[in-house]
């Protein structure tokens, strides 16, 4: 049985227990809490009454205390001491502390006390502590560079990883001698910084060589750092080394190119300087000094800006290079000793401080004299190859394209990248034999100028002419470095010539056929009137009438050839009216269709636009029957095809403007009606394409044609102010186009003309005509005709005659027919005298041909018509009928 403790004892200690600065907590030996005191009720957040019959173990955590708790429970012996373990309070925050248990035992009676020490705070020093060991240890170890801590005998007592990886050849280095490890050595360094700073207590630096497996391997920057104790006692030393093996090497370099700068800036071949910002020169080369014509030592003392020719270019070039931080080929004009201006080229750099501030300036000055005298030559020459119209090619030795200027772009259609390289042969068309391009080659590469004619062909396929020099260019030594060729395009020219001779073949033959059809049509004016006026006078059943009329039938075929001569000589007299050339073509189809007869197609595709054209109808009809003739004819001599027979007429409305005029001659610029005549027949090669127009030309069998067809076409046309070009290639058929003036006149009302009787109509009898005409046939003709029908008829042999008739018969004329051509007195001369002494009399002329010239010679007035040779008797009565019934 437990003694009984008095009470006073007790007491006291219960006044111990409540007083003392640890926890005292009692318990038996199932853990079950029997007695606590204040503190313990304070460190566990709890009150008394709630600590007791609490089983203790729940204020422990870990589960090493845990076992050890219960075994001491269990009846251990020995008493536990745990220092820092963690403890949970009753409001569940953890709390370390120091714990002791303790066993009390009174027989069989045993009791277990815990004393408790809140050991929180040195918990967490502890914790600190540990935090910055460590993170000393990872920072001493992670620095990139070599760390070493010695002791005053110059023993290794700890090194970083950089150190341990540099020197793992003599691993360990811990308790080694520094000079042993490190550089190979029984003794220290001479002059070593680490004994240095043993001896004196400071730091030191030096720039030792590194040493690897025995050999040097670098360079070492080595500093060195005094470890003293809290008496002021050196206790060791720090090592701190960083590896400069690089930069050791760099300055080596750096004091080599510094060297290498230095000879260069003084022996450069140009300017080299050094300025400060406000333009004062800290250094300059022999070379700058030179080139302005001072000493070295007479520049250095001059100011930047009275090296300017323009001193305000200065402040611009500062601007300039500080605001870049830099300039490349600056232009700058310097001025030299003289006074007289230096053109040069600037590169240069600023100069910073270490604070980034520009402190000056630093380049090099080119003269560039000679290339701006150079460039003005250039500029001259680009100048003259941009104003020129002729193309310029150089080539170079071995006849390569190397340069070609725009007008060769725009006249051949290669651009310069598409020539550069290519041989000049890609301009060949074929038209020059081998022994041309020989002698060519032969003339240049022998030094001399070559001067000739090409017939080149352009990229899109075209040929065109060129007046070409081409010479070779020589070096100083006079040997052939290139070859340049001057051309000028002179296909305008050679057309030109072309169709000059064309123009003066025709009018050559027009004289001669001119005259023959003039003489030929007064003959047959008087045998084809004098047998009109046979028949007009015979019934149809009169036994010479079938006669008569096969006289007029090949008058009236001659009279068709005469036109036609006249036609192709432009002689023929022609009256212009304004007429819808879709409707001509309309109203010819029929005619057209029998002509072609119905093995060949007529396509007829006429413009909606406005189509009025000022023209002589029946020239007019005569090109489209011409060109729809030969159309048929191409045809028919397809033998077997599979394109259709067909034949295509077509009109458009065109504006002819200056690039036109420029590849075509003998038209102005302005509005066109195109009438294109197209055919699917044999088609012509180059060679006959250029003569169609010539006359008598025919590709024809002898006596199947004339050879006036194209020629009369061409003759009409160019009369009428046009242009005509044909198209055609063997086997593709032709197409001719011709471009007819296109007229901004109205269409005349078309009326229905009167009938004109052949017999005297009842107001002849009071008209009076004076006939004056050379030709005796026509006079004679003339005379019966108008007789026939009732005017009274006077006439005369010339002009003079006429008048001399005037004065004897004391005649009053209503109407004046004269022949425009006669000896002594002409038509003109003579209906001018006449209309003096009978104003508003009526004139009718008549000609076979005029020279083109009558109607600008005054022939034209509203009083006056005229009658072409060859006529008939209808064309004569109608003619004449119509001239007397017009109102004045």
């Known amino acids: 049985m437990a003694r009984e403790i008095p009470k006073q004892v007790a007491w006291i200690y219960h006044t111990i227990c409540d007083h003392s600065p640890d926890s005292v907590i009692v318990f038996d030996t199932r853990g079950t809490i029997l007695h606590v005191n204040r503190t313990a009720e304070r460190m566990l957040n709890n009150p008394g009454e709630a600590l007791i019959g609490a089983d203790f173990q729940k204020f422990l955590i870990g589960k090493k205390e845990k076992s050890w708790f219960k075994g001491f429970l269990e009846g251990d012996p020995t008493n536990l001491t745990l220092s820092n373990i963690a403890l949970k309070r009753g409001d569940g925050t953890v709390f370390h502390a120091d714990v002791s248990f303790v066993n009390i035992r009174e027989g069989e009676y045993r009791l277990g006390t815990v004393f408790v020490r809140d050991a929180s705070l040195h918990h967490q020093l502890t914790l600190e502590k540990e935090k910055t060991e460590k993170l000393l240890s990872d920072v001493f170890r992670a620095i990139e560079d ?433 007429y819808s050339l879709n409707r001509i073509i309309n109203e010819m189809i029929p005619l057209l269709d029998r002509y072609i007869g119905e093995d060949i197609e007529l396509a007829i595709r006429l413009t909606d636009e406005p189509d009025v054209i000022m023209a002589d109808r029946g020239q007019i009809e005569q090109c489209i029957l011409n060109l729809v003739v030969n159309a048929r004819d191409a045809i028919r001599g397809v033998k077997e095809s599979q394109q259709p027979r067909l034949i295509t007429i077509e009109t458009s409305r065109v504006t002819i403007d200056d690039t036109y005029m420029e590849k075509h001659m003998d038209i102005s610029r302005g509005d066109y009606l195109l009438l294109s005549v197209s055919d699917t027949g044999v088609g012509m090669d180059k060679e006959t394409l250029k003569k169609i127009f010539d006359p008598f030309f025919t590709t024809k069998p002898e006596g199947l044609g004339t050879g006036l067809g194209c020629a009369t076409v061409f003759g009409i046309v160019k009369q009428n102010k046009g242009n005509v070009l044909a198209y055609s290639e063997p086997g593709d058929g032709t197409t001719i186009k011709i471009y007819w003036p296109a007229s901004e006149k109205s269409l005349p009302d078309i009326k229905t003309k009167p009938a004109i009787p052949y017999h005297s109509p009842a107001d002849t009898t009071d008209k009076t005509i004076l006939i004056a005409e050379d030709n005796e046939g026509i006079r004679d003709f003339v005379t019966q005709a108008l007789k026939t029908v009732g005017y009274r008829v006077y006439n005369a042999e010339d002009g003079q005659r006429a008048l001399e008739l005037v004065e004897k018969k004391n005649l009053k004329p209503d109407l004046l027919f004269t022949d425009a051509i006669m000896p002594r007195m002409n038509g003109k001369e003579l209906a001018e005298r006449l209309e003096q002494k009978f104003p508003g009399l009526k004139i009718l002329f008549s000609s076979g041909y005029s020279e083109g010239q009558i109607f600008d010679k005054g022939f034209s007035k509203p009083n006056y018509a005229f009658v072409h040779k060859p006529y008939g008797l209808h064309k004569l009565l109608e003619t004449v009928y119509m001239l007397l019934e017009e109102k004045e």
């Not at 030299?336 to 910073?352: F, Q």
């Not at 259609?413 to 068309?429: A, H, M, Q, W």
């Open 146 to 578: 070599g760390i070493s801590i010695l002791d005053r005998d110059m023993t290794i007592v700890q090194t970083n990883s950089w150190m341990e990886k540099t020197h793992r050849d003599k691993m360990p280095l811990i308790g080694k001698k520094c000079y042993e490890a490190y550089q190979d050595r029984s003794s220290p360094c001479p002059n070593c910084p680490s004994v240095t700073s043993i001896k004196t207590g400071k730091s030191h630096y030096a720039l030792v060589p590194q040493y690897i497996h025995g050999s040097q391997k670098g360079w070492l920057d080595l500093f060195t750092y005094p470890i003293k104790d809290s008496n002021g006692h050196v206790m060791g030393v720090v090592e701190y080394v960083r590896d400069v093996t690089q930069k050791v090497e760099l300055e080596k370099k750096l004091a080599e190119k510094e060297k290498l700068f230095r000879q260069f800036f003084e022996n450069a071949p140009i300017f080299s300087y050094i300025t400060t910002k406000d333009g004062r020169f800290i250094d300059v080369n022999t070379s700058g000094a030179k080139l302005l014509g001072y000493t070295k030592e007479e520049l250095l003392k001059k100011m930047v800006s009275d090296c300017y020719y323009y001193p305000e270019d200065r402040k611009l070039f500062a601007k300039t290079i500080e605001k870049e931080g830099y300039t490349k080929e600056y232009p700058l004009t310097l001025k030299n000793k003289a006074g007289n201006p230096v053109p040069c080229r600037v590169t240069a750099t600023v100069l910073r401080s270490q604070q980034g501030n520009i402190i000056g300036y630093q380049g090099f000055i080119r003269d560039v004299t000679k290339e701006e005298h150079l460039k003005r030559k250039s500029n001259l020459f680009e100048m003259l190859l941009a104003k020129t119209d002729a193309t310029v090619m150089i080539t170079d030795s071995k006849g390569n394209i190397v340069f070609v200027n725009r007008p060769f772009e725009e006249i051949t259609g290669y651009s310069f990248d598409e020539v550069i390289g290519k041989n000049p042969r890609i301009l060949k068309s074929g038209f020059h034999d081998d022994a041309f391009y020989k002698e060519l080659w032969e003339t240049i590469t022998s030094g001399r100028t070559w001067h000739g004619r090409f017939y080149n062909k352009r990229k899109n396929g075209t040929f065109y002419h060129e007046d070409a020099y081409i010479f070779p260019i020589l070096d100083e030594r006079e040997n052939i470095i290139s070859f340049a060729a001057i051309k000028r395009d002179v296909t305008h020219e050679v057309e030109l010539e072309s169709h000059a001779q064309q123009m003066a073949k025709l009018e050559a033959i027009g004289q001669l056929v001119g005259g023959i059809a003039h003489d030929f049509n007064n003959v047959l004016t008087s045998i084809q009137g004098f047998a009109e006026l046979g028949l007009s006078k015979l019934s149809n059943n009169h036994s010479i009438y079938e006669e008569l009329s096969s006289i007029r039938k090949a008058a009236e075929q001659a009279t068709r050839i005469t036109r036609q001569l006249l036609e192709f000589s432009r002689k023929q007299l022609v009256s212009p009216r304004p």
